[in-house]
């Protein structure tokens, strides 16, 4: 079936840097969204993609959607503590039309940020 | 405008027992969808409901049950639990289903002893 591999696993960063993490998959995916999730909170929707090549900001946070639509990156600039959380990304899976689609999701990047 | 609710926060059960779990979604929000969150598996979709009605279903056992009232509140239910269904369960809510348009609340931790 279909699988999100998300890197890395965790990072751990010192406050002001930039941060880079990515989501692949085998298969093709027409729709990217990036999510991130607070201890003892639900995931929060960050920004959404819906075309290969799409470049979308919201913030300090930048997305693209891969030109393969099999994959998808996600960059933090200039990390402040706030930003730590475990990031997600997910797509709609494939086999099943209009709105009724249920999501695929990778397993995370954990962040941790230094002051 | 109050988020999504969930009800309890937290539970401890034990195994062969079984479990209720209540989320209610935002106001004028008719569909709601049920994960399951572990760390070694992640988020798995367990089922989505609109208007009463169940419109997707996930890859669970038939021990995952749901059902949604005319509120649109709904309620998950897992019988016969075992220790492997320790979990959080996280519902989302949102006007008609679309995936980049939900809004999840903050979950349920089951813990099965």
């Known amino acids: 079936g279909q699988q999100l591999n998300q890197s890395p696993q965790s990072m751990f960063i010192q406050e002001g840097e930039d941060v880079s993490m990515n989501c692949t998959s085998s298969?093709?995916?027409?729709?990217w969204l990036w999510y991130k999730q607070d201890p003892g909170e639900g995931p929060v929707l960050l920004i959404a993609?819906?075309?290969a090549g799409e470049l979308t900001s919201n913030g300090r946070l930048t997305a693209q959607f891969g030109i393969t639509r099999k994959d998808s990156f996600l960059n933090i600039s200039a990390s402040i503590p706030s930003d730590v959380g475990i990031y997600f990304c997910?797509?709609?899976?494939?086999?099943?039309?209009?709105?009724?689609?249920?999501?695929?999701w990778g397993l995370g990047t954990s962040l941790a940020v230094n002051p | 405008k109050a988020g999504v609710t969930q009800t309890p926060r937290y539970l401890i059960k034990t195994r062969g027992q079984q479990v209720t779990l209540s989320c209610s979604p935002i106001?004028?929000?008719?569909?709601v969808s049920w994960y399951q969150q572990t760390p070694g598996q992640g988020l798995q979709f367990l089922f989505e409901?609109?208007?009463?009605?169940?419109?997707n279903k996930g890859n669970f056992p038939g021990r995952f049950s749901g059902r949604q009232f005319s509120n649109s509140r709904s309620e998950m239910n897992v019988s016969t639990l075992e220790l492997g269904d320790s979990a959080l369960y996280l519902c989302?809510?949102?006007?008609?289903?679309?995936?980049?348009?939900?809004?999840f609340g903050p979950g349920t931790r089951l813990t099965v002893l």
């Open positions: 997910a797509g709609p899976s494939l086999g099943s039309a209009g709105n009724n689609r249920k999501l695929i």
């Open positions: 106001s004028g929000h008719r569909s």
């Open positions: 993609l819906y075309k």
């Open positions: 298969s093709i995916f027409n729709t």
């Open positions: 989302a809510s949102s006007v008609s289903g679309r995936t980049d348009t939900q809004y």
């Open positions: 409901y609109f208007s009463e009605t169940q419109r």
